[in-house]
């Protein structure tokens, strides 16, 4: 690996994949010689759920590990843009509580689900969506947090485009851009396209890759989200950040085609996937 790329980025990745069992997360993080994780979930709920008493504990298990949050791999802005908001802002409150008491300043965002039964486009919606992120970036600002929005299919910013007009609102010390290669693939939206438009903008990646045929999740470098060729991009424009590991592979039963021809039928425990997930990313950065 070009020693100039290997100085370039963190890995991290949602060790809720691994097990719900902090232990479990701690040893197979470890063991892959990570040191961070991007905390979702963890003892069987996730993190946001958890009262401030209980996090501390976590947090103490994690600095007898030396394991670092990466980011609180958080739901905020993944209720349906007609929900309840000031509930909603209750949990925001409390997660920007979690990660300063989880020492990070991340926190993982979205802008909200279109209700697309209606049949009603995504823009009848747009000025909703920035009143609330608007709300939350105000919040953010007062407490010294990050907010970085991930695209995601069903959202407002589900495709490029909206993933750009969010930016160009809010885009700031306090508002910054995850790029996610699968979800993008799942919304049919071409991933170098989505790159070139957000490149100013992102902050942080998540490393999973998916089918543009179908949407199933693979392994890096097996799909159609072009991983290999963005990475090298964003590694040639100087990024210097996180790559978070985001499996989704427990399900996969067809990587041994892409080695020997064969085939396997076996579901893939959480180790085992992430692992894989893990593996997979390093083929491809040896290659950058």
Known sequence: MNEMVK????????????????????????????????????????????????????????????????????????????????????????????????????????????????????????????????????????????????????????????????????????FKAVFDFANFVQCHQDTKEAYELLRPYIEYIHIKDALWDNGSVVPAGSGDGQVEEILRRLFESGYHGFLSLEPHLTEFTGFTTLEDGGKIAKVLSGPEAFTLAHQELLKILNTI
């Open 7 to 174: 100085n370039n980025y963190d890995l991290t990745g949602f060790a809720d994949e691994i097990s719900p069992n902090l232990d479990k997360q701690i040893e197979v993080i470890k063991g892959l010689e990570m040191h961070y994780i991007e905390m979702r979930g963890v003892n069987g709920r996730g993190l946001v759920d958890h009262t401030l008493e209980e996090a501390k504990k976590i947090k103490q298990q994690l600095d007898a590990g030396n394991i670092r949050i990466s980011a609180i791999g958080s739901p905020i802005g993944k209720i349906n843009i007609k929900d309840d908001f000031d509930k909603h802002m209750e949990l925001f409150r409390h997660t920007v509580e979690l990660a300063q008491l989880m020492g990070t300043r991340n926190i993982r965002m979205f802008s909200f689900f279109i209700p697309r039964e209606e049949n009603a486009p995504a823009e009848q919606f747009r000025d909703e969506v920035m009143e609330r992120l608007g709300k939350m970036l105000e919040y953010a600002k007062q407490n010294d947090v990050v907010l970085l929005h991930e695209n995601e299919k069903g959202i407002y910013g589900d495709i490029a485009s909206r993933c750009l007009e969010i930016m160009q609102n809010f885009y700031g010390e306090h």
